[in-house]
């Protein structure tokens, strides 16, 4: 079956734009993550989903980042008015509710020039 | 203490050697463990879940020691397309879904 996908799977963006990422789990996968990974850095966490329960966002560094996941399903990761630490590859995990296995999408790599 | 921390590597070894990866965790209270391998710009992909009574799947074997709060990997038999780095994952107590991934120990397998 299909796994995650993600988009776009390129960014390069200014510095001070806005960007938008996509993530589109596995169906039927109730849970979704952010997390990301900075060269030659390990994965970060960013934010949890986990059907309509309140999203963890204790992992977002700054508020300028931002998601939403529409009808349990597609999300987007927003980051406002983007900065050169900002810079990364953005992972989507999904998994199912209290299987803790992830499964990740390929990735956005994002440049902030 | 970081709350998971592996083998900085790199390991280079022949085709053929046996090659363990260990990792300890910080949080007790862990209860969901794993073990990912990333290739080269790629995204994690998950080899294997650890189990209390320790696990096989072909030349891969996991142990958990939850008294020492330690993860071990072993690749016997080592192939080319094994080199990547292994990364080790670990819940952040109970059933807290939050995953916590080492920084990764890259192998490089030589022939």
């Known amino acids: 079956g299909a796994g995650v996908s993600q988009s776009p799977s390129n960014k390069v963006t200014e510095k001070g734009k806005d960007v938008e990422l996509r993530c589109d789990p596995i169906s039927g996968h109730t849970a979704l993550y952010w997390y990301r990974q900075s060269l030659g850095q390990g994965l970060e966490f960013l934010i949890y989903?986990?059907?309509?329960?309140?999203?963890?966002k204790s992992g977002l560094p700054s508020d300028r980042f931002s998601a939403e996941r529409t009808g349990g399903s597609v999300s987007t990761l927003t980051i406002q008015r983007t900065q050169q630490e900002d810079s990364a590859v953005y992972l989507c995990?999904?998994?199912?509710?209290?299987?803790?296995?992830?499964?990740f999408g390929p990735g956005t790599r994002l440049t902030v020039l | 203490r970081k709350e998971v921390e592996q083998d900085p590597g790199p390991f280079n070894v022949p085709e053929g050697a046996t090659v363990a990866f260990n990792c300890t965790y910080s949080n007790s209270a862990s209860q969901s463990f794993f073990w990912y391998r990333q290739d080269c710009r790629k995204e994690p992909k998950l080899l294997m879940s650890?189990?209390?009574s320790g696990n096989e799947d072909g030349r891969f074997t996991a142990q958990l020691n939850r008294a020492s709060q330690y993860i071990s990997l072993l690749i016997r038999d080592s192939k080319l397309s094994d080199s990547a780095t292994y990364l080790c994952v670990v819940n952040s107590g109970g059933s807290n879904y939050k995953l916590t991934f080492g920084k990764g120990t890259l192998l490089t397998v030589n022939p």
């Open positions: 989903f986990q059907g309509n329960s309140a999203p963890d």
């Open positions: 650890v189990y209390s």
């Open positions: 995990a999904s998994s199912l509710y209290l299987d803790l296995r992830a499964f």
